[in-house]
């Protein structure tokens, strides 16, 4: 009886040593698999940018034509013959040739200027396509000949405010550049002609200031 027990007691003992054996490998093999793992790296965060609402285009101080504003310092001057008025920008005066016919001068150069004509509405006076169409005459005479080609751009034409209409052309002949326009308000037709030795900075000037006569 003794001897059998003895076996049970030995058989016990040994299983337990095995499953102990058992135990301690799995351990150790967990243990080994996890710190073969390598560790993972979490993404770095996206850097916040702070947006200022009052931040201001450095391009937005100047207009489409990135020259800013030609008439900041103009100033109005009324015509001592005709009935109107126009922003004349320093560097240029305004003269009186005869009734119905003033002229706009470079003070820098005075071969190039700008002649203005107005006249009211209606009556016996020329209407809007009579009188850009005696214009092109003009500036066919002016370019010797040369055919005048209509201003298509919005660019290349006087804009403002109270212009109901305008139209331009353009001539150029080694008689020089001339450039018109014949501008519809409210009230009168305003012709304007440029005369000068070639197409430059000053055609700019001239059109912004046509563009306020009224």
Known sequence: ?????????????ASL??????????????KNDVSDIPPVEEPAAEPET??????????AATDSTGQGDLLAEAVETKSDEQN??????????????????????????GATFMRIET????GEAFNFDEWY??????????????????LTEEAD????????DVKGAKA????????????????????VTIYAAEDNEQIKEFRQMASTIK
């Open 50 to 59: 702070e947006i200022d609402g009052d931040a201001v285009d450095e391009n």
């Open 172 to 191: 150029e002949s080694n008689e020089g550049y001339f450039e018109g326009y014949v501008m519809e308000r409210e009230d009168k037709l305003v012709r």
């Open 119 to 122: 006249t009211e509405k209606g």
């Open 133 to 150: 169409k005696n214009m092109e005459e003009l500036l066919k005479a002016s370019s010797n000949g040369t055919e005048p080609e209509e």
């Open 1 to 13: 009886m003794n001897i059998k027990w003895g076996i049970i007691s030995a058989s016990l003992a």
């Open 157 to 164: 034409l006087p804009k403002g405010e109270g212009i109901l």
């Open 84 to 109: 109107y008025s126009i922003m004349v920008i320093p560097g240029y005066t305004l003269t009186s040739e005869e009734p119905g016919r003033d002229s706009l001068y470079s003070k820098d150069d």
């Open 17 to 30: 040593l095995l499953a102990a054996c058992g135990t301690s490998d799995a351990d150790d093999n967990d």
